[in-house]
């Protein structure tokens, strides 16, 4: 059964600083990758889409990469702003399910 | 972008009443809508997969019998948790998925809350 793991499970940093949240798998056999935003109270936002062919996308200040051998993925965020804090959750697709499964987050503040 | 609507946003309801939710894919067809739950600071985990026009796959532990699914049209599917307990009390979130394309769009999700 896949099993999704998010590390670390909280972040804060002051503004301004580049970071990276990561995101690790157990069953490499995966169809694509995805990252979430969550704000509180919220439904998810979708971030970044990475197909299983694909080692990273970029959106703006976003960077997602994907290592599928390795089962990892990271999702680095560029000169952070207030705006941000918010709860990052990543999720695989497998194969031909159509379902996704989560990993538990990382809840991420950035102080102004 | 494809938006995925939840009504109602929050409900406060008595033990031992039934709670219809409802998700509406607004400008696009969804053949299959997802139905997830999220306690608080944790994941969402998913508790049943909706196709429209047959009955719904549930995952293993959910009860079907209390967690009704409909997915009556392309663009709704219903989620009704029956005689409520306290224990029900939980985020309840829904996805859709158009035939063609990977990604899933998320609805802005329920609370719920049993007294």
């Known amino acids: 059964k896949q099993e999704v793991t998010q590390i670390p499970a909280a972040l804060s940093v002051p503004e301004g600083e580049n970071l990276v949240l990561n995101c690790s798998f157990t069953?490499?056999?995966?169809?694509?990758l995805q990252w979430f935003r969550q704000d509180p109270g919220k439904g998810l936002t979708s971030l970044l889409l990475?197909?299983?062919?694909?080692r990273e996308q970029t959106s703006g200040r976003l960077n997602a990469s994907l290592d599928k051998s390795s089962g990892r993925s990271t999702l680095y965020i560029a000169a952070s702003q207030p705006g941000d804090s918010a709860t990052y959750l990543c999720?695989?697709?497998?194969?031909?399910?159509?379902?996704?499964?989560f990993g538990s987050g990382t809840q991420l503040t950035v102080l102004p | 972008g494809a938006v995925v609507s939840q009504h109602p946003s929050w409900v406060i309801c008595k033990s031992g009443t039934s709670v219809k939710i409802e998700c509406r894919s607004l400008?696009?067809?969804?053949?299959?809508m997802f139905w997830y739950r999220q306690f608080p600071k944790q994941s969402l985990m998913l508790m049943a997969t909706?196709?429209?026009?047959?009955?719904?796959?549930?995952e293993q532990g959910v009860e079907k019998d209390k967690f009704l699914i409909n997915h009556a049209s392309l663009t709704l599917s219903t989620l009704t948790v029956t005689s409520a307990h306290p224990e029900d009390s939980s985020f309840y979130i829904c996805?859709?998925?158009?035939?063609?394309?990977?990604?899933?769009?998320f609805g802005p999700g329920t609370r719920l809350t049993v007294l």
């Open positions: 996805s859709a998925r158009a035939p063609s394309g990977d990604t899933q769009y």
């Open positions: 069953d490499s056999a995966i169809y694509n």
């Open positions: 990475i197909q299983s062919s694909q």
């Open positions: 999720a695989v697709r497998e194969g031909s399910a159509r379902q996704l499964t």
């Open positions: 400008d696009f067809q969804a053949t299959t």
């Open positions: 909706s196709n429209e026009g047959s009955k719904a796959t549930y």
